[in-house]
């Protein structure tokens, strides 16, 4: 067994693939069958199962690769041990970040990270707060920021920032302006644009509505915030968002945001990480970095 053999496994293993394997790691499908088949010879144990789309784990696959991942981020601790003798910290970085904070924050945090940690890199993924959960637990992800996030056993979070959700409306909309709160059995009686389920957001306003027995008018499903709020500049529905989220819209002059009166519709920000496993010297250093330019960013909006 040598390393090269677990991050063949690795790699088929998360893509599911041995095609898709063989393309990112750019060696021959054959090459990459016979040292996985060695492997399994060595271990006494089947770890992939084929199918007609690809291979999926068996148990033992399952039990391998966790070790496996272990096993590769250890040596990457190796690696960046020895670089801090110099001074210097490196090592490979694996963020994720919902849609919206990705477009607000993705450059100023690069920017800062390439020049503060010029020997590490940092890899950005963007995606759902459940979807990014999942990855976290899984060992995809080193850190990610959740907005909402359900109780997930293995992951500890730090709440970086929370503000209320508003209703965002056409300009010329009838519903109350001047600042005045919209109370929940009005907002049950929108046209909503939402995203779909599982979406943090969605199941927020279901959740709240639903405290106060009241369910909510969903006209369209939109995963897109720039696509809601285009269509709420339109005429075509209202939605409910945070407010730093509507501030991305170029369109600002046709949109404006309006209080909701509940304590529940509220926002809150968190930086997720691993509970199961230490992080690195250049991932703590990373998260300082990304709490610091989150909270001074969304302050600065607020303010």
């Known amino acids: 067994m040598d390393l090269k053999q677990l991050k063949y496994f690795i790699h088929v293993a998360q893509l599911g693939s041995y095609t898709r394997a063989a393309d990112l790691l ?52 190796i690696y960046e ?35 503060q940690l010029p020997d590490a890199r940092i890899s950005i993924s963007e995606g759902l707060t459940t979807q990014l959960q999942n990855k976290l637990q899984q060992g995809h992800l080193d850190m990610a920021l959740l907005y909402n996030p359900p109780y997930c056993a293995g992951i500890d979070t730090t709440l970086l920032h ?7 409306a056409p300009l010329d909309s009838s519903l109350p302006g001047h600042n005045r709160p919209l109370d929940v059995q009005q907002l049950a009686l929108l046209p909503l644009i939402t995203p779909s389920a599982p979406n943090t957001f969605r199941l927020l306003i279901e959740q ?18 720039e696509t809601a709020l285009q269509l709420v500049a339109e005429g075509m529905g209202y939605t409910v968002l945070p407010a730093q989220a509507a501030r991305l819209l170029h369109r600002r002059e046709k949109l404006r945001a309006i209080p909701i009166e509940s304590s529940g519709f509220t926002s809150r920000l968190y930086l997720a990480v691993s509970g199961k496993r230490a992080l690195s010297r250049t991932q703590k250093e990373t998260g300082k970095l990304l709490t610091r330019i989150c909270t001074d960013y969304l302050q600065q909006e607020n303010g």
């Open 81 to 115: 041990d020895l670089s801090t003798v110099s001074g210097k910290l490196s090592g490979h970085v694996l963020l994720g970040m919902p849609p919206t904070m990705a477009k607000l924050l993705s450059v100023p945090l690069i920017k800062t990270f390439s020049r």
């Open 26 to 77: 750019e060696v021959a499908q054959p090459v990459l069958s016979r040292q996985i088949r060695l492997l399994e010879t060595e271990l006494r144990q089947n770890l992939l199962i084929r199918h007609g789309r690809g291979v999926l784990l068996t148990e033992s696959g399952q039990i391998m690769l966790e070790h496996c991942l272990a096993v590769m981020a250890r040596i990457d601790r």
């Open 208 to 225: 709240e509505l639903r405290r106060h027995n009241l369910t909510p008018s969903i006209l369209w499903e939109i995963n897109s915030i």
């Open 162 to 168: 929370e503000e209320p959700f508003s209703l965002i």
